[in-house]
């Protein structure tokens, strides 16, 4: 049984930081990605990072703010949002897949229960 549970999410200041946790169990060695989903908006791709960390990705405008990386001694993959906008602001999810790289919702087999990250301005 895969169990996703993420933590970290709260409220902060535009320009601040948050960083994301993912505890992972059942499913250590596969690609974990974050992903987020706004107030009547889709949900969106933020990065993945494979079980070495070797292969990352990141959405295009995450880039240069967001760093995903990942401890496997501790079943665990981190989200760190630096420079955050309130645009960022919206429930983030982390998932797994088998898939190298994945970038769409519907290659992700298991999800977390979901953490919210409130940006104001």
């Known amino acids: 049984q895969v169990q996703l549970v993420e933590s970290g999410g709260g409220l902060v200041q535009a320009g601040g930081s948050l960083r994301l946790s993912c505890a992972a169990s059942g499913r250590t060695l596969y690609t974990m990605g974050w992903f987020r989903q706004a107030p009547g908006k889709e949900r969106e791709f933020v990065a993945s990072?494979?079980?070495?960390?070797?292969?990352?990705s990141y959405a295009d405008s995450m880039k240069g703010r967001f760093t995903i990386s990942r401890d496997n001694a501790k079943n665990t993959v981190y989200l760190q949002m630096d420079s955050l906008k309130p645009e960022d602001t919206a429930v983030y999810y982390c998932a797994t897949t088998r898939y190298l790289g994945a970038r769409r919702s519907e290659e992700y087999d298991y999800w977390g229960q979901g953490t919210q990250v409130t940006v104001s301005s």
């Open positions: 990072i494979n079980w070495s960390g070797g292969t990352i």
